[in-house]
C-alpha cells in the first residue's frame, strides 16, 4: 500500500506497490498543493498542503476513505517525518509535531532567517536538521541553509550554502547524512 500527493490536491492510493492507482476525495479545493503524505499505521494518516485559499491540513482514520480538514489544528507541511506509531514532525516555516497520532500538535520557534522548509529528517526526539529554501538576497537570488536542533526544535543552528538550493536531507545512521 503507498500514497501520492500532488498539484491540485490530488492524493493517490495504491494497494498492488503501485500497479494500479486511485484517486482519493479530499473533500477541499484543487487550488491547494498537496505536498506531503505521513501514515503512522494503515488507517490514519495525514497530508500536507498549502497555497489554498486558506487553510487546511487533512486527516485519516480509515485509510484514506473519508479524509476531514483538521484545521483545529493547522500544520503547514512541506515533509513528514514519521518517528513511531504516533509521532510525526512536519515541517514549513515551523516544525510541528504530535506525539498522539495527530489528536495535538506543538510547534517549534519559527526557523531562523525566515525561509521554508523543503525536508526535514529526525534522527531522534531531540536532534533534527531541517533544509531551508530562501528567494533573493544573493548573487544567485536563491540559497538553501541547513539548520539544525539538539532541543526537540527550540533553538536552531543554521548553515548557509549560498548559489545551491537543497531540496532533500536523508541520514540512513545518526552520523552520515546526505542532502540534495
Not at 19 to 40: E, P
Not at 42 to 64: E, I, S, W
Not at 83 to 100: C, R
Request: charged letters at 10%; one cysteine or more.
Amino acid at each position: 500500500t503507498g500514497y501520492a500527493v500532488g498539484y491540485n490536491c490530488t492524493i493517490m492510493k495504491t494497494i498492488n506497490a503501485g500497479a494500479t492507482w486511485t484517486y482519493q476525495n479530499g473533500h477541499i479545493s484543487n487550488l491547494y498543493w498537496a505536498n506531503a503524505v505521513c501514515f503512522l499505521n494503515n488507517n490514519v494518516g495525514f497530508v500536507g498542503v498549502r497555497n489554498g485559499p486558506g487553510y487546511a491540513f487533512l486527516k485519516t482514520t480509515d485509510g484514506g476513505i473519508n479524509w476531514i480538514n483538521d484545521v483545529t489544528d493547522t500544520v503547514a507541511s512541506d515533509h513528514m517525518q514519521k518517528m513511531n506509531d504516533s509521532t510525526v514532525y512536519a515541517a514549513y516555516g515551523i516544525l510541528s509535531k504530535t506525539t498522539n497520532s495527530g489528536m495535538f500538535w506543538t510547534r517549534s520557534n519559527p526557523f531562523p532567517t525566515g525561509g521554508w522548509g523543503e525536508s526535514a529528517f529526525f534522527i531522534n526526539d531531540s536532534i533534527g536538521f531541517v533544509t531551508l529554501g530562501h528567494g533573493g538576497g544573493t548573487p544567485c537570488f536563491n540559497y538553501s541553509s541547513l539548520i539544525k536542533t539538539t532541543d526537540a526544535g527550540q533553538t536552531w543552528q543554521e548553515t548557509n550554502y549560498d548559489c545551491g538550493y537543497v531540496t532533500s536531507l536523508y541520514f540512513p545512521t545518526s552520523q552520515v547524512g546526505y542532502m540534495l
